[in-house]
């Protein structure tokens, strides 16, 4: 048992994302395409933005692949 006082070890700076990350945003990405496939194309989209923009400073390999999918639900909407 550790004690309350025990710190975490912080990763490096310039440490890319842990892996836990990196599989929670394959199944973020996979959602947002379940939802826009079910007809919730906008809703994706602007979830796949507000992923993006928490994204864009921190991880930009998963933010990344948050822009690849609105751009490419973007030209499924109909308004």
């Given at each position: ?21 990196r599989?929670?945003?394959d ?6 395409e ?25 991880d ?20």
């Amino acid at each position: 048992m550790t004690s309350p006082d025990a710190t975490v070890p912080e990763r490096p700076a310039g440490a890319g994302p842990s892996a836990p990350a990196r599989r929670l945003s394959d199944v973020l990405v996979a959602s947002l395409e379940e939802l826009a496939a079910a007809g919730r194309i906008e809703a994706a989209c602007r979830l796949a933005g507000q992923a993006y923009a928490t994204l864009r400073r921190s991880d930009r390999e998963a933010a990344r692949r948050f822009d690849v999918l609105l751009h490419r639900l973007t030209r499924r909407l109909s308004w």
